[in-house]
């Protein structure tokens, strides 16, 4: 079992940048996949971006293309999402959710088996 902590959310203007950082407990957190997903007030949760446990790929939702870089130091068990180019639209509570399991779906929240509480980022325009 993996516990997973948020952390990196804040108020910021438009066009500006954040890095959320998804720290883990256990040494083993190198064999999880981890995504980071998004909920806006009145809105389902969405997907943001994963980082797979084999071979480290990862791949970001369309609308956050180009923005946002996910990626992962296993040597501090954390996984980081850097948020650049910051739009109001991106306003939301940030997840990280991770799974052992492989699988050929990581844009599915019924994928991740762990969660974390969440971090609020607010964009200004």
């Known amino acids: 079992q993996v516990q997973l902590v948020e952390s990196g959310g804040g108020l910021v203007q438009a066009g500006g940048s954040l890095r959320l950082s998804c720290a883990a407990s256990g040494r083993t957190f190198g064999r999880y996949a981890v995504g980071w997903f998004r909920q806006a007030p009145g809105k389902e949760r969405e997907f943001v971006a994963t980082i797979v446990q084999t071979d480290a790929s990862a791949d970001v939702a369309d609308s956050v293309k180009g923005r946002f870089a996910i990626s992962r130091d296993s040597a501090k068990y954390t996984v980081y999402l850097q948020m650049n180019s910051l739009k109001p639209e991106d306003t939301a509570v940030y997840y990280c959710?991770?799974?052992?399991?492989?699988?050929?779906?990581?844009?599915?929240?019924?994928?991740?088996?762990?969660w974390g509480q969440g971090t609020q980022v607010t964009v200004s325009s």
């Open positions: 959710a991770a799974t052992r399991r492989f699988s050929d779906s990581f844009y599915r929240m019924t994928t991740y088996d762990y």
